[in-house]
């Protein structure tokens, strides 16, 4: 199993919003609403930012938003925040119980 | 305060064997699937295995039939026994819920270093 394609990087300004894709194939992120995103800060776990697609975690604010269109799924961060710079991962569920993540995107808030 | 504590990391020489533990607290540990996720240094996050309520078990095809999970639900823990290790086995083994939805991890560890060399 091949892993998502996230971009290397993104970047915004403070109040601004950015939106990191993750696309995959018709067998994993085309194929099923089992889509999740994941913020990580410089040596901490990762943390649940959205789930199936589109379903926010309490707790986590309404800037963060998913969506899907085909074969891709995006997050967008609303409002940037410095608090916001960290790396954000996607995974999805694959079929016959496979999980696959993305490489990784490191969001800059200049 | 829902928990989980991984530990077991360390150093060991290729082809040698580990075993990490998994402590859960704060919730019905029986009532969900449990995974491993590891992160080589400066790398991304991937998916290592997975263990259901009933005890089925799923893996990738990097380390299938070298690495087996299990859980002990009297236990309120979950392992992986991890063995014929290589050096691209090294990274931070975090374990993780799945909560939220099908594949998707809401609680994790603080994660435990593996590092495979001689």
């Known amino acids: 199993q091949s892993a998502l394609t996230q971009p290397p990087s993104a970047s915004g300004s403070p109040g601004q919003s950015v939106t990191i894709s993750c696309t995959g194939t018709s067998s994993d992120v085309g194929g099923y609403d089992y889509v999740s995103w994941y913020q990580q800060h410089p040596g901490k776990a990762p943390k649940l930012m959205i789930y199936?697609?589109?379903k926010r975690p309490s707790g986590v604010p309404d800037r963060f938003s998913g969506s899907k269109s085909g074969n891709t799924a995006s997050l967008t961060v609303s409002g940037l925040q410095p608090e916001d710079e960290a790396d954000y991962y996607c995974n999805s569920y694959a079929g016959s119980n496979n999980l696959v993540f993305g490489g990784g995107t490191k969001l800059t808030v200049l | 305060e829902v928990q989980l504590v991984e530990s077991g990391g360390g150093l060991v020489q290729p082809g040698g064997s580990l075993r990490l533990s998994c402590a859960a607290s704060g919730f019905t540990f029986s009532s969900y699937d449990m995974h491993w996720v590891r992160q080589r240094t400066g790398k991304g996050l991937e998916w290592v295995s997975g263990?259901?309520?009933?005890?089925?078990?799923y893996y990738p095809g990097s380390v299938k039939g070298r690495f087996t999970i299990s859980r002990e639900d009297a236990k309120n823990s979950f392992y992986l026994q991890m063995n014929s290790l290589r050096a691209g086995d090294t990274a931070v083994y975090y374990c993780?819920?799945?909560?939220?939805?099908?594949?998707?991890?809401?609680?994790w560890g603080q994660g435990t270093m593996v590092t495979v060399s001689s």
């Open positions: 263990i259901g309520t009933a005890g089925d078990t």
């Open positions: 993780a819920r799945e909560g939220g939805g099908v594949g998707s991890f809401d609680i």
């Open positions: 199936e697609v589109t």
